[in-house]
Antibody, heavy 119, light 112 residues
Framework: EVQLVQAGAEVKKPGESLKISCEGV????????IGWVRQMPGKGLEWMAL????????RYNPSFQGQVTISADKSISTTYLQWGSLKASDTAIYYC????????????WGQGTLVTVSS | DIVMTQTPLSSPVTLGQPASISCRSS???????????LSWLQQRPGQPPRLLIY???SRFSGVPDRFSGSGAGTDFTLKISRVEAEDVGLYYC?????????FGQGTKLEIK
């Protein structure tokens, strides 16, 4: 089955670091870009960053540039999103999503990782 | 950034009746390659988003044909010909013509 697999939840304290993952299963991982989308509690969707796993070409939303880092390890078909120092305002669900090269849309979504940052 | 504005923000609909959601962009979504990268996504309660429509009017695999998309330039519409109970949720338009990709605020579809 074609899917993006994400861990369920993370609980962290302010100031801690975090790296969440998204594994592509059932398709040729390097053929599609992977994006990360934030959904804060009760709010809408915000695109954060995009990576081409084949060559690690990246694009960032300026609103998130410098706050997070996107990376990929094509040998294990996995994309990552990481924070160096979390804030309470980073509390949200983070979805990874696959973007096709031609259609330029997010055609496959992970289940999301709920990140809770609280002291 | 391109601002995506959806109307209405809430849409109470009777089962079996049609529904329509509008999305307007702050600038044209026609890309230099001639394509218009406007998508519609559905998010059911407690679920991740799901792609319905891409490039304005192309229905994604497995999406029922009661969903259709139309529009051009800066004005786009998602139509549901006959609303079913499983259609309840949030609907988002999204543009991928220009970085950063941006979403509309979301429209909540609910049953009357």
């Amino acid at each position: 089955e074609v899917q993006l697999v994400q861990a369920g939840a993370e609980v962290k304290k302010p100031g801690e670091s975090l790296k969440i993952s998204c594994e592509g299963v059932g398709y040729i991982f390097t053929r599609y870009w992977i994006g990360w989308v934030r959904q804060m509690p009760g709010k809408g969707l915000e695109w954060m960053a995009l990576i081409s796993p084949g060559d690690s070409d990246t694009r960032y939303n300026p609103s998130f540039q410098g706050q997070v880092t996107i990376s990929a390890d094509k040998s294990i078909s996995t994309t990552y999103l990481q924070w160096g120092s979390l804030k309470a305002s980073d509390t949200a669900i983070y979805y990874c999503a696959r973007r096709g090269p031609q259609e330029r849309t997010f055609d496959l979504w992970g289940q999301g990782t709920l990140v809770t940052v609280s002291s | 950034d391109i601002v995506m504005t959806q109307t209405p923000l809430s849409s109470p609909v009777t089962l079996g009746q049609p529904a329509s959601i509008s999305c307007r962009s702050s600038q044209s979504l026609v890309n230099s390659d001639g394509n218009t990268y406007l998508s519609w996504l559905q998010q059911r309660p407690g679920q991740p988003p799901r792609l319905l429509i891409y490039k304005v009017s192309s229905r994604f695999s497995g999406v029922p044909d009661r969903f259709s998309g139309s529009g051009a330039g800066t004005d786009f519409t998602l139509k549901i010909s006959r609303v079913e109970a499983e259609d309840v949720g949030l609907y988002y338009c999204m543009q991928a013509t220009q970085f950063p990709y941006t979403f509309g605020q979301g429209t909540k579809l609910e049953i009357k």
